[in-house]
Structure formats: structure tokens, C-alpha cells
Nanobody, 115 residues
Framework: QAQFVESGGGLVQPGGSLRLSCAAS????????MGWYRQAPGKQRELVAS???????NYADSVKGRFTISRDNAKNTVYLQMNSLKLEDTAVYYC?????????WGQGTQVTVSS
């Protein structure tokens, strides 16, 4: 059974940084397209960033230049480095994995940006 577990969320001040991790188990990680989504209170879940098996990345306009997605297939882990965090980045962040159009989700990790 494939599982994806996020970690690294927390409370940070505006302008600060956090790195989220999503570790995969029970599956062959390198075959998945991986992504990070977020959902703020009262809003729909939205794509933040994604990375293909070949390392091609895609970002939401709102995070371009601030966030970086990367993957380490040897560690079965995808990362989201978040810099210059803003109040509006506050949300639950979810790891997403897709294989042949079948999505898998992590349980989410809370990121709160507040002064």
C-alpha cells in the first residue's frame, strides 16, 4: 500500500522560510509525478508546485521565485522549499502523487505565516 507522509510544517513569520518533506513508502517512488497542493480556510485546494519523473517542474504564479520543489529518488522524498513566506501562504499543504492518472494524497501539514 503506497503511503505519503508530510512533515516540516509550522509557524513562521512573514519573510521566513520552511522546508516541507513528503516521504513515500510501500511503493516505487521514482515512477510518480509528485506535487504539493494547499488549501486555505474557505478556499479550494490549489496546486502549488509539481515535478515529473524527469525533473520538470511547474509552479503556481503566486509562488514562482519563492518556492522550489525537488525530489530525491534515493530517499523516496519530495521537498518544497518555501522562502519569503507571506501571510497568504497560510494553509494546509498536501503532498500529491500521481501514477497513471491515479492520485494519492498525504494527510497534510499546517503552515501558518503570522507575525
Amino acid at each position: 500500500q503506497a503511503q505519503f507522509v508530510e512533515s516540516g510544517g509550522g509557524l513562521v513569520q512573514p519573510g521566513g522560510s520552511l522546508r516541507l518533506s513528503c516521504a513515500a513508502s510501500g511503493t516505487i517512488f521514482k515512477v510518480y509525478t509528485m506535487g504539493w497542493y494547499r488549501q486555505a480556510p474557505g478556499k479550494q485546494r490549489e496546486l502549488v508546485a509539481s515535478i515529473t519523473t524527469g525533473g520538470i517542474t511547474n509552479y503556481a504564479d503566486s509562488v514562482k521565485g519563492r518556492f522550489t520543489i525537488s525530489r530525491d529518488n534515493a530517499k523516496n522524498t519530495v521537498y518544497l522549499q518555501m522562502n519569503s513566506l507571506k501571510l497568504e501562504d497560510t494553509a494546509v499543504y498536501y503532498c500529491n502523487a500521481v501514477l497513471i492518472r491515479v492520485p494519492y494524497w498525504g494527510q497534510g501539514t499546517q503552515v501558518t505565516v503570522s507575525s
